[in-house]
C-alpha cells in the first residue's frame, strides 16, 4: 500500500474535510502515515483567514519540493480555501505541485489521484452552488480517533464581511440533506464517538436554502437528539442575529445538547461593525447575549475579535476591551487583522493601522481575555459538573484525566485509571486561567 501524508490547517472545517480526503484515499490503496518524509503522497490543506497561515503553506510545500527535486518520487497536492483562491497560480509559485484541489470539490480526489498518478497535472476549483451529498455516501470517514466527532451541516457563507474570505474560498450558503448528517452521527455513536459537533461557517442559517422552510437548525437538533445513546450535541459557529428564540428553547429542552453558543462579535464598536458589514450592532449584540444567558443556565458563551480592523481608533478598540466586561465573556479567539485579497477592507489600504499598533492592541486585547477567562472559571470552584474525559496523560509525575464540562470548560482531574471517552462526576477544587482543577466525587 501507498502511504499519503495530509497535514492540515485552520479551523474545524478543514479537519473534517481532511477525514474525508483520508477515507476516499483508503479506498484507492493508500494508509495514512504521520512522517512525510514516508510518505508517496504529500498533500496540505490549507486555510488562507491569514496571511501567516497562507506563508505557512508555501513554505511547506517548498520544502517537500526540494525532496521532488533531489530525486525523490512523490506526489504532491494542496487543498483547501488558499488553493480554492489560487487555483492555478499555484503552479507559477510553487512548479512541483501536482494538483490544486479547491474547497468545493474534494470528491472529485480519487478521480485526481487516477490522473497525477498518469502523469497529469490537474487543478480543481470550479464552484459549484450545491453540495456534494450524493458522492458522500460512496465513501467512510477516516475520522481521527478521539471522543468529538465533527460533521458539517452548512458550506460556505453569505455575509461577506468586509475583512473575510470565507465566501470567496468556501463559497455560498448550502445546507446538506437531514437525513445524511444524521447518517453520520448515527455512524460515529456506532464507532464509539461520544459527542457530536455540527459545524458551519454560520451554522443557524441551516435550512434556510430548503423548500421546507420549517426545518432549520432546531429541528435537526432534535432528531439528533432523539438517536438512542449517551451522547452529547455541540453546534458551531454562530451569528447572532441568527440565533432564534426557537433556537435557544430547543438547546434548553434537550438534553444531550450542550449549553454553549460561541457567537463571533469582531469588535465592541458599532462604527467598527458597521464597517465590517456585520449585520447588528453593540446594543443588538448586548440583548442576544442577554436572552441566552437569562434562558440558559450555567451557559458558557465565547466569541472572535479583531484587534486593529482598518481605521480603527483607540477608543473605538477600547469599546472591544469594555465590550468583553460588559458581556462577561467567558474565552475568545484573537487576531491582528490581517488584509485578504477580494475582500473589500483589503482595499482601504490608506486606513491601515500601523503593524506595531496592531500587535500592542492585540496583547491588550488577549490580556483582557485571560482575565475574563480566569473570572469565569472561578464562578465554577466548589460546584458538581459532569465531564466527559477526552485523554489521559501523565503531567510532572501525576497521572491526570482532562475532559470537558457540558459548558466546555476544560477540567484537569488527577487520576490512575484511564478513564477516556467515559462521563464522570467532578467536584471543582480550583481555577487557573484556561481550565478548571477537580477531584473524582
Known sequence: MKKVYIDTMGCQMNKSDTERMFGMLSCMDYTETTDPKDADLLMINTCSIRQLSEDKAFSMLGTWGKWKNEGKKIK???????????????????????????????????????????????????ETHQTEDDKAFKFPINRVKAVNAWIPITEGCNNFCTYCIVPYTRGRERSRQPEIIIKEAKDALSQGFKEITLLGQNVDSYGKDFKDKNYRLAQLLRDINSIDGNFRIRFVTSYP???????????????KVCEYFHIPMQSGSSEVLKAMNRRYDRETYAKIVEKVRKMVPDVTITSDFIAGFPGETEEQFKETLSAIDEFELDYSNTAAYSPREKTVAAKWVDKYIDEDVKTERLARLNEKVRE???????????????????????????????????NNKIVHIPCNDDLTGQFINVKITGAKTWYLKGELI
Do not use: W
Open 241 to 255: 442575529t441568527d440565533i432564534t428564540d426557537e433556537l435557544i428553547e430547543t438547546v434548553v429542552e434537550l438534553d
Open 372 to 406: 475574563n477567562c480566569l473570572k469565569s472559571n472561578l464562578k465554577f470552584v466548589g460546584r458538581e459538573m459532569e465531564v466527559l474525559v477526552e485523554n489521559f496523560e501523565n503531567h510532572k509525575g501525576q497521572n491526570v484525566i482532562t475532559g470537558r464540562a457540558r
Open 76 to 126: 504532491i497536492g494542496i487543498c483547501g480555501c488558499v488553493a480554492q483562491q489560487k487555483a492555478e497560480k499555484v503552479f507559477r509559485r510553487a512548479p512541483y505541485v501536482d494538483f490544486v484541489l479547491g474547497t468545493h470539490k474534494i470528491y472529485s480526489l480519487p478521480e485526481i489521484i487516477k490522473q497525477i498518478n498518469n502523469g497529469e497535472r490537474v487543478c480543481e476549483c470550479t
